[in-house]
């Protein structure tokens, strides 16, 4: 048994390891924080994935070639792992199946795994940069490449770079980089998760998680670097375009709170009620501009697997909901969801927690954004899952019979 599974494969086979993590979670949290006991329920879970009402839909996602090549990816991944030493190899290594994939935090103070960007010398960072770089698109890499910055940039600001620093992320590998079997890597660190499976030339790069506190830089080695302004931007854009009637159908009820956001760390199963108003409410221009919100996001993917991915979308769009929760103003604070049955995104302003402020009060300069691929296909599991079945049983294959 691997390493995280033996750590979190059921509440009964790993009671002792799940203690034992969670004592370490424990000890890195504030006093009374909830993400040690967060992360025991949810890891000794089954994963489903995120629903409405705890049963995924069926059909949804195939096993078929999108035309998009992702030998790119396989060769920075083996580029990476030859930069390493055996000993680095070994940690940043695991099973493609292993609950590792759901292991990962977007707060700072949590027990990673893999290999940190920090212990790496500068070849191999740059091994680890080519490998971001081949999976993302530029923009996508850029943000991913900002969040860092502003993290040492919040480590200058609270004088804290124990805690916070550009390099304090940490990549794993998942199964042996192939043209042909699945496998995937993760970054995961504060304010910044990627997950990327791949499966031939499929990809799904879920869950992504960016934000930042601050989201910009006004002084220090990274003065004028920010982040999501544009699905800031989008989202206010679309929101104003809405009339009273439709304003008032996509508000949810209730104050916006210092955090809103139902599907980040150990949220895998969540089950979230379809709220807000429906695609089919808009007119075309706004219809545009929920999918041009919706690009925002999927575009951090590499360009050719972010067309495929938004041709999915769109063959969903009149199922897709869209929510908000509070201001609607240009200087505003505020929550968005966006719900379809193959994508889940959501951006919330939060309450200040390095920085100085009202702990209880939202501000602009607190951002966490989260992307998923809702009834059951966050980190592919849907499309691994069809692949062990349809191998199920072939010893040659290398797939045992009671693979999940």
């Known amino acids: 048994m691997n390493r995280s599974m033996a750590r979190f494969s059921s509440a009964a086979a790993a009671g002792p390891a799940l203690v034992l993590i969670a004592a370490a979670v424990a000890m890195a949290q504030p006093s009374g924080g909830p993400f040690a006991e967060r992360a025991r329920a949810a890891l000794a879970e089954p994963f489903v994935g995120l629903t409405t009402d705890g049963e995924p839909e069926p ?42 994939w759901r292991n ?21 960072r740059e091994a680890a940069y080519d490998l971001l770089r081949s999976g993302l698109s530029a923009k996508g890499y ?22 916070y620093g550009e390099h304090l992320y940490y990549f794993t590998i998942m199964g042996e980089p192939s043209a042909t079997e699945p496998w995937g890597w993760q970054l995961d660190g504060h304010h910044l998760i990627v997950n990327y499976f791949v499966l031939g030339d499929q990809v799904v790069m879920t869950p992504t998680f960016m934000g930042s506190e601050p989201v910009a830089a006004h002084s220090g080695r990274y003065a004028g670097t920010s ?25 949810l009820p209730g104050t916006k709170s210092r955090g809103e956001n139902l599907a980040e760390m150990f949220r895998d199963n969540v089950r979230v009620p379809l709220e807000g108003i429906p695609a089919t409410a808009l007119d ?34 009149d199922r897709t909901h869209f929510a908000w929760k509070g201001e609607v103003g240009p200087e505003g604070v505020f929550y968005y969801r966006i719900f379809s049955p193959v994508v889940y995104i959501e951006f919330d302003h939060q309450g200040p927690t390095a920085l100085a402020g009202p702990r209880d009060v939202a ?28 191998y199920r049983g072939d010893a040659q294959h290398g797939h045992a019979a009671d693979s999940p």
């Open 59 to 100: 059909g949804l996602f195939d096993i078929e070639s999108t035309g998009v090549s992702t030998e790119p990816v396989r060769r920075a991944a083996l580029a990476l792992l030859d930069a390493l030493t055996a000993a680095q190899r070994e940690r940043m290594s695991f099973a493609v199946d292993d609950q590792e």
């Open 104 to 124: 990962w935090a977007n707060i700072h103070r949590f027990p990673r795994e893999g290999v940190s960007l920090e212990e790496m010398t500068a070849a191999q």
């Open 142 to 163: 850029g943000t991913a490449r900002d969040i860092m910055r502003l993290n040492h940039h919040l480590a200058e600001l609270v004088d804290n770079f124990d805690e």
């Open 227 to 251: 982040i999501l302004e544009a699905e800031q931007r989008l989202a206010v854009e679309l929101m104003r375009s809405l009339d009273a009637e439709q304003q008032r159908r996509a508000m």
């Open 284 to 317: 075309r221009e706004q219809r545009e501009r929920l999918t041009a919100l919706i690009g925002a996001y999927v575009g951090n993917m590499d360009d050719g697997h972010a067309a495929v991915r938004m041709d999915e979308i769109r063959a969903h769009l």
């Open 363 to 390: 501000t602009r300069n607190h951002i966490h954004s989260v992307i998923r691929t809702p009834n059951g296909n966050d980190y592919g599991r849907n499309l691994l899952r069809q692949h062990y079945e349809a």
